[in-house]
Antibody, heavy 117, light 107 residues
Framework: VHLVESGGGLVQPGGSLRLSCAVS????????MNWVRQVPGRGLEWISY????????YYSDSVKGRFTISRDNADNSLYLQMNSLRAEDTAVYYC???????????WGRGTLVTVAS | DIQMTQSPSSLSASVGDRVTITCQAT??????LNWYQQKPGEAPQVLIF???NLEAGVPSRFSGSGSGIDFTFTISGLEAEDTGTYYC?????????FGQGTKLEIK
């Protein structure tokens, strides 16, 4: 079972990044997905949700209007487009699969995003 | 937004001890609460789903209870490998908030 995030790195304030999450070894297209982030040494922060068919999307207030979640069920991939990045967006970003109505069951290992000049 | 108040923020216990962590929601979240364990440098792993259901493959010393607003997570017979940080998360209503975490150390 693999959820593998990629696309993290160092970006300047105001810049953009696109994170990807490739899912293999488990069902993807029939499951909702989430992005969760964690500032190093701090707690977990949920930031976005997308339903299996992309019809329902939610964001936390901290990223609403700047981040966009999307998915490609044909490619078993989840994405997070991050624009207008701020220093406080620096964190490890995890993709996480939901098991129907039972919350998150699988997590990726995360990708680090650093926003600094 | 639903806030999750998790306590304690840290605790130290000995092998064999019984450990309890609580989470309180600011409104009724039914049973829509999971408990996760996170070890340093690793992703979280689900231990308990829907407040009281043990995830497959998770040792039976872990358990969860509660409904509505108040929830409890218990480790009965602490083992050295249980060190790490534990989080509750509600998924009843977005934003799907986490508790602040409980850092568990073994004496």
């Amino acid at each position: 079972v693999h959820l593998v995030e990629s696309g993290g790195g160092l970006v300047q304030p105001g810049g953009s990044l696109r994170l990807s999450c490739a899912v293999s070894g488990l069902s993807f297209s029939s499951h909702s997905m989430n992005w969760v982030r964690q500032v190093p040494g701090r707690g977990l922060e949920w930031i976005s949700y997308i339903s299996s068919g992309s019809t329902t999307i939610y964001y936390s207030d901290s990223v609403k209007g700047r981040f966009t979640i999307s998915r490609d069920n044909a490619d078993n991939s989840l994405y997070l487009q991050m624009n207008s990045l701020r220093a406080e967006d620096t964190a490890v970003y995890y993709c996480a699969r939901e098991r129907y109505t039972y919350g998150i069951d699988y997590w990726g290992r995360g990708t680090l995003v650093t926003v600094a000049s | 937004d639903i806030q999750m108040t998790q306590s304690p923020s840290s605790l130290s216990a000995s092998v064999g001890d019984r450990v309890t962590i609580t989470c309180q929601a600011t409104q009724d979240i039914n049973n829509n609460l999971n408990w996760y364990q996170q070890k340093p440098g690793e992703a979280p792993q689900v231990l308990i789903f829907d407040a009281s259901n043990l995830e497959a493959g998770v040792p039976s010393r872990f358990s969860g209870s509660g409904s509505g607003i108040d929830f409890t997570f218990t480790i009965s017979g602490l083992e050295a490998e249980d060190t790490g940080t534990y989080y509750c998360q509600q998924f009843d209503d977005p934003p799907y908030t986490f508790g602040q975490g409980t850092k568990l150390e073994i004496k």
